[in-house]
């Protein structure tokens, strides 16, 4: 049973647009959740999170957005560049349960020039 | 400060060997997380260890253990190789446990099983 899901395996966006990728998860005790970037041949690096007492935080180019009600987290790059170009995890905690991490699957997404 | 090293970075198995795959973490980092990835699988978690206890694990078969030493660093063993072991074994550490702190990847170990 996958509790974090990533429903969409890639993404295309034009360099400049916004890149919005979506995550949607089925635990309700989650209050932590963190976004990764991977690039192939490279392990995968940190590049937000959010606590459940928030609904947005934002870094950069980068801000992620958590609806609690929808269960339902999203992140989104403006202006999307082509150096973007990787698979983008989500994942997510509880407070209990030794903190484990459940990881989404990935969105591949390709920013083009 | 140094990343996290893995070691070997490439490995060639036969089936039914075993493995012992070798992670060192960022200095002061107390847990290490163990991960397989496969095409179209993402990141399969197989476990954390947290000031040499295995806090958290994954749903994989008892053919995969690991420890953690009292330095922090980490092995992951893999007995009786099948192909489908084949992969790429990343390991990550931070500082707490990994559902609540950033996690710093290593490189990985790309195991190939014949």
């Known amino acids: 049973d996958q509790q974090v899901k990533q429903n969409s395996p890639s993404l295309s966006v034009q360099e400049g647009r916004i890149s919005i990728l979506n995550c949607d998860y089925t635990n309700s005790m989650f209050d932590y959740f963190l976004w990764y970037k991977k690039y192939p041949a490279e392990g995968p690096t940190f590049l937000i999170s959010?606590?459940?007492i928030k609904d947005k935080n934002e870094d950069g180019r980068f801000t992620v957005f958590l609806n609690k009600s929808a269960k339902h987290l999203s992140l989104h790059i403006v202006p999307s560049q082509p150096g973007d170009s990787a698979v983008y995890f989500c994942?997510?905690?509880?407070?209990?349960?030794?903190?484990?991490?459940?990881w989404g699957l990935g969105t591949s997404l390709a920013v083009n020039p | 400060k140094a990343g996290v090293t893995q070691t070997p970075r490439y490995l060639i198995k036969t089936r039914g060997q075993q493995v012992t795959l070798s992670c060192s973490p960022i200095s002061g980092h107390r847990s290490v997380s163990w991960y397989q990835q496969t095409p179209g699988q993402g990141l399969q978690f197989l476990f954390e260890?947290?000031?040499?206890?295995?806090?958290n694990k994954g749903n994989f078969p008892g053919r995969f253990s690991g420890r953690q030493f009292s330095n922090s660093r980490s092995e992951m063993n893999v007995s009786t190789l099948e192909l489908g072991d084949s992969a790429l074994y990343l390991c990550?550490?931070?500082?707490?446990?990994?559902?609540?702190?950033?996690?710093?990847f290593g490189p990985g170990t790309r195991l190939t099983v014949l």
């Open positions: 990550a550490s931070s500082f707490k446990l990994a559902g609540g702190n950033e996690q710093f």
């Open positions: 260890y947290f000031s040499e206890t295995q806090r």
């Open positions: 959010i606590s459940s």
């Open positions: 994942a997510a905690s509880e407070a209990g349960n030794n903190r484990k991490l459940i």
